[in-house]
């Protein structure tokens, strides 16, 4: 199951997503703003799918306008790896070494860039197909997982 978590300046794009993961057979819940309304709280969204994540060991994407406070937010969870992508490498190896398990994009707002859909489709195929290679990382995502315990 993949979680979608959103403000309003996600909620286009994340329109964009859901019908991509419609038409390539994934299963989501959708669990952030679906109107465009300034009034909401992407923190709000962030922790309700964060526990679904990682209580189900599933995958979460979110957004907010740049992606960053989307980020911070997902990652003050335990077991939560987000990943802030802006292209294919990054998901790919976010997912390869890192066995990150949220992919965080900007849904952009006014006088922000606006990321192609033709590279959105690459990110998030790479990111939903690349396995986690295991091996010498999986120290890494344990001390991860520790750092402040």
């Not at 959103?6 to 989501?28: P, Q, R």
């Not at 465009?36 to 962030?46: A, E, G, L, P």
């Not at 060991?57 to 306008?65: D, E, H, K, T, V």
Request: glycine residues 8%; charged residues 20%; aromatic residues 12%.
């Amino acid at each position: 199951m993949i979680y979608l978590a959103n403000d309003h300046n996600g909620v286009e794009k994340m329109k964009y997503i859901a019908a991509w993961l419609t038409k390539h057979g994934y299963e989501f819940k959708w669990v952030g703003a679906t109107e465009y309304d300034k009034t909401d709280s992407y923190v709000t969204y962030i922790k309700q799918a964060n526990e679904l994540v990682k209580a189900e060991n599933n995958f979460g994407i979110y957004l907010c306008g740049t992606g960053v406070g989307a980020s911070i937010a997902a990652n003050r969870c335990k077991g939560i790896r987000a990943v802030l992508c802006n292209m294919p490498k990054t998901a790919y190896f976010g997912r390869f070494h890192n066995n990150a398990n949220v992919l965080v994009l900007s849904g952009g707002y006014k006088g922000y860039p606006k990321m192609c859909n033709l590279k959105l489709n690459k990110i998030l195929k790479t990111f939903l197909t690349t396995q986690f290679e295991g091996d010498r990382h999986i120290e890494r995502i344990n001390d991860l997982d520790n750092m402040y315990n």
